[in-house]
T-cell receptor, first 114, second 115 residues
Framework: AQSVTQPDIHITVSEGASLELRCNYS??????LFWYVQSPGQGLQLLLK??????LVQGIKGFEAEFKRSQSSFNLRKPSVHWSDAAEYFC????????????FGKGTKLSVKP | EPEVTQTPSHQVTQMGQEVILRCVPI?????FYWYRQILGQKVEFLVS????????KSEIFDDQFSVERPDGSNFTLKIRSTKLEDSAMYFC?????????????FGPGTRLLVL
């Protein structure tokens, strides 16, 4: 069955520290992979996506993610976290069906310490 | 930048009441989606909609749910007789094309609380 696992429910990092959010997926074929971020009161904003080519993808706000087929992972990274990065982060895989719906993980809440 | 909007942001209702959640997708988009997230759980797909009809739905989307595009801009989700377990955040999304890795754009969500 298709699924996405984000093993960390809540992560706290200090401002300026590096960040890695984990995402593992189960999918029968080559998936399209996405990371979305949700700030309080906001919608889900796309950070980055992967569908083919270079396995290291760059996104907005200084985020990057690496697709590792052998590990079925698509971990999100940022070298230096800013206080404004505090939010909830969702990994998603698609298509979940013929009309392109997405399959999400449970999300990881990021808190940033000053 | 164009965005998906949703109203209301919060809704409280009594069990058994009907609710209508409204969404305005991005204007040139053709495919529309509803997802929900029960507190502490995953964001789950409910239904996709194209060309004025449902194109795909999940097992969650039973007869209590319906969707409609009543005019050229709104996309609504109706729950006919709400249950306690319908309490969740409901997200609307839209995209221009269905296939491939094209981005789905999400609205800010409507938080529904059924008492």
């Amino acid at each position: 069955a298709q699924s996405v696992t984000q093993p960390d429910i809540h992560i706290t990092v200090s401002e300026g520290a590096s960040l890695e959010l984990r995402c593992n997926y189960s999918y029968g074929a080559t998936p399209y992979l996405f990371w979305y971020v949700q700030s309080p009161g906001q919608g889900l904003q796309l950070l980055l996506k992967y569908f083919s080519g270079d396995t290291l993808v760059q996104g907005i706000k200084g985020f990057e993610a690496e697709f590792k087929r052998s590990q079925s992972s698509f971990n999100l990274r940022k070298p230096s976290v800013h206080w404004s990065d505090a939010a909830e982060y969702f990994c998603a895989v698609g298509p979940g069906g013929s009309q392109g719906n997405l399959i999400f993980g449970k999300g990881t809440k990021l808190s940033v310490k000053p | 930048e164009p965005e998906v909007t949703q109203t209301p942001s919060h809704q409280v209702t009594q069990m058994g009441q009907e609710v209508i959640l409204r969404c305005v997708p991005i204007s040139n988009h053709l495919y529309f989606y509803w997802y929900r997230q029960i507190l502490g759980q995953k964001v789950e797909f409910l239904v996709s909609f194209y060309n004025n009809e449902i194109s795909e739905k999940s097992e969650i989307f039973d007869d209590q749910f319906s969707v409609e595009r009543p005019d050229g801009s709104n996309f609504t989700l109706k729950i006919r007789s709400t249950k306690l377990e319908d309490s969740a955040m409901y997200f609307c999304a839209s995209r221009f094309l269905a296939g491939g890795p094209e981005t789905q754009y999400f609205g800010p969500g409507t938080r529904l609380l059924v008492l």
